[in-house]
């Protein structure tokens, strides 16, 4: 009999629900078409003028950017770039004077990686011929 009680008491809160809705629906007070007109003009307006703030604030930081930023960053570049071609040319005096270049270095290397490739490929003739071998005398084993 609980659950008949229950099922009754959600029908009747469902339906008082849906009573209460429509009483308060009534209450609202609605606005007419002139306000609403209104309204909806001041809505627009807004949205227009905060649109033409942020467009024309884009446009300036995006110059500043360009023509402020971007020129300083250029001339620190350039700036940086002439110390470095001073301490380059002072550094290349040193290793002249020391008889070193860098370009002997780079020979030798490429010679190591070379001699390097020969042995991999003897090692693998050398494996080859070992696993012949191993075969032939498990060949004669066998026989």
Do not use: H
Not at 6 to 22: A, L, N, P, R
Request: with cysteine.
């Amino acid at each position: 009999m609980a659950k008949k009680e229950k099922e009754v008491k959600e029908k009747k809160q469902k339906s008082s629900y849906f009573k209460e809705m429509k009483t308060e629906l009534k209450k609202v007070v609605w606005p007419t078409p002139k306000e609403l007109v209104n309204n909806t003009l001041a809505v627009i307006v807004f949205v227009v003028c905060i649109a033409v703030i942020v467009f024309i604030s884009d446009i300036v930081f995006d110059n500043l950017n360009k023509y402020g930023i971007t020129a300083l960053q250029e001339k620190v570049r350039s700036s940086f770039q002439t110390t470095d071609a001073s301490e380059n040319t002072t550094e290349e005096n040193a290793t002249d004077e020391n008889g070193a270049d860098e370009n002997s270095t780079e020979g030798v290397e490429t010679e190591v990686v070379e001699e390097g490739t020969d042995t991999t490929d003897e090692d693998t003739s050398t494996e080859e011929t070992n696993t012949d071998a191993e075969g032939e005398n498990a060949t004669e084993a066998n026989e």
